[in-house]
């Protein structure tokens, strides 16, 4: 035992010990300047950071340091680990200190979910600001549009000229009223049995019973028509010599001629229950002519002349309420008006896109507009926007019409073709190829059939569910067919054309 003993105090005595941290050198080194021993590393440090010797605060360098060669392969244990319990008290220091680097770590998660979770909440409730502020300036930006209309229209104008009365915009009354007519059309519209329709084999033996050269011949071209609804020998036409006419089918005569446009009448419709007839020329307006008698025979005058557009009127619709009518103009925007006051109700100005043609669906919550661009918009009247684009046509769209029932939508093109949609889908069903563009389609009342105006004019049937096909071509017209009209149940149709004639069929 005291051999053991001595040993290790020789093997202690033996040990190099660093000046500075007082434990055994890996690398020791020794100055001869300051006569002490040092850790290699460390002395270095000292010597880079202040040049002196910690221990003797002597000037020293790297040169003063010489390396002292030793056994680098034992070293010795300290002396807590020279005994088993001194092992067990660096054990249980170990796992005191890890156990306390646990605790922090889990502190520090802690904390880390905490900063987490409320970073989440403020991004959180930012959001919600976020969209608070944009609703907020979406309503200041209408306001100021309306505030600006009004101040434009309160403004005085030159000459003492009188200035149309603000927009009043389609409110949630006109919307109910529409949903409701819209519900009780809906019922309806679902009839697949007619019994007064006229049968395909009638149709087939459609010939010409009446050429009638209603408009001015120095200025040949009719360029629209419409059939009244419900009692088929009233037709109105419009024509490239700014002409609105009235016409008796029945008795072949000319009932009256409307004059007050200053330039070609591109669209004309009969009011379906009224003695009113609305019309849209290249002027950029639209007029709204009332009978003046109690039969529809008697003369009508201008009630409302409709100025809210800068270009070319394309197309006039009344909405199945019948108190409301639209207008499409190409200078990008569409208008809603009141039928009985005159009044602009809605303007949608700055639009992509120019539509040549718009039509209310039969029951009348949704519209479509046939695009310069090739393509058909279908509107939301409620929302005010597109809701879908049926795509497929190579040319600028010039006609549509929709099915008795709602469910199709038939379009024609520049391009020479006529596409029906399935607008429950939507999906397009089928292409009617043509051999020149199409100017005019019309559905009769029922959906059964359909008129195409293009060099001549064709009537198509549904064949199948889904399909169309040919019934009959008619070719008695000179020049290219611009207008085409079923009466009710499709007994005749009425065509108009370039050649400045409007042709009844039976």
């Known amino acids: 035992f005291v051999y053991l003993c001595l040993g290790a105090d020789l093997a202690a005595m033996s040990t190099i010990v660093c000046a500075i941290s007082g434990q055994a050198a890996l690398e020791p080194v020794f100055s001869p300047k300051t006569k002490h021993v040092y850790e290699k590393g460390l002395i270095e440090k000292q010597i880079e950071s202040s040049g002196k ?40 220091s170990e796992w005191d200190a890890l156990m306390s680097e646990t605790f922090e770590l889990k502190s520090q998660l802690d904390t880390s979910r905490k900063q987490l979770s409320h970073a989440l909440y403020q991004h959180d409730a930012a959001c919600r600001v976020i969209a608070r502020l944009i609703r907020e300036r979406d309503m200041v930006k209408a306001q100021n549009q309306q505030l ?31 949903k409701e007519l819209a519900d009780s059309l809906s019922k309806t519209r679902k009839q697949k049995h007619f019994p007064d329709l006229n ?46 006419v009235l016409f008796d089918a029945e008795k072949g005569s000319l009932v ?45 005058t201008c009630a409302h002349t409709v100025k809210k557009h800068q270009a070319e009127v394309s197309e006039i619709s009344i909405h199945p309420l019948g108190d409301y009518f639209l207008t499409c103009a190409m200078d990008n925007s569409w208008a809603m008006h009141d039928l009985n006051v005159g009044r602009c109700v809605k303007h ?7 539509y040549p043609c718009m039509k209310w669906h039969p029951d009348g919550m949704i519209l479509a507009a046939g695009a310069q661009g090739h393509a058909v918009d279908v509107w939301d009247i409620k929302e005010q926007k597109v809701v879908a684009t049926l795509l497929g046509h190579q040319g600028s769209v010039e006609a549509l019409s929709f099915s008795g029932n709602g ?32 100017n005019a389609v019309a ?10 105006g293009a060099d001549t004019v064709q009537i198509y049937n549904f064949a199948s569910k889904a399909s169309m096909a040919e019934a009959v071509t008619l070719k008695d017209h000179g020049d290219s067919v611009m207008g085409v009209c079923f009466s009710q149940h499709a007994r005749s149709l009425a065509t108009v054309s370039m050649d400045r004639t409007l042709k009844i069929y039976r």
């Open 348 to 354: 949608l100005r700055g639009l992509e896109t120019s």
């Open 407 to 438: 469910y199709y939508l038939a379009t024609g093109s520049k391009d020479g073709t006529v596409k029906l949609w399935d607008l429950r889908k939507p999906l397009n069903i089928q292409t009617l190829q043509l051999e020149s563009p199409v």
């Open 256 to 300: 009256q001629k409307l004059t007050g446009h200053a330039k070609k009448v591109t669209s004309v419709s009969l009011h379906a229950t009224k003695e009113i007839i609305v019309s849209g020329s290249q002027d950029a307006t639209a007029k709204v002519w009332t009978c003046t008698g109690p039969d529809w025979t008697a003369a009508y």
């Open 443 to 452: 559905f009769d009342t029922t959906g059964q059939y359909l008129s195409v």
């Open 148 to 178: 600006q209309e009004q101040l434009s229209n309160s403004a005085p104008l030159p000459n003492g000229a009188m200035r149309e009365e603000a927009e009043t915009g389609i409110t949630p009354e006109i919307l109910q009223k529409m």
């Open 53 to 92: 010797c910690p221990v003797t605060k002597e000037e020293l360098t790297k040169d003063d340091l010489v390396d002292i060669k030793s056994n680098k392969s034992v070293r010795p244990r300290p002396a807590t680990a020279t005994s088993i319990p001194g092992m067990l008290t660096l054990l249980q």
């Open 199 to 244: 049968p395909l084999a009638d149709i087939k033996k459609f010939k010409c019973v009446g050429t009638h050269p209603i408009h001015k011949s120095t200025e040949p071209g009719i360029l629209c028509v419409d059939v009244h609804k419900t009692e088929g020998n009233r037709v109105v036409t419009g024509g490239v010599d700014a002409q609105v």
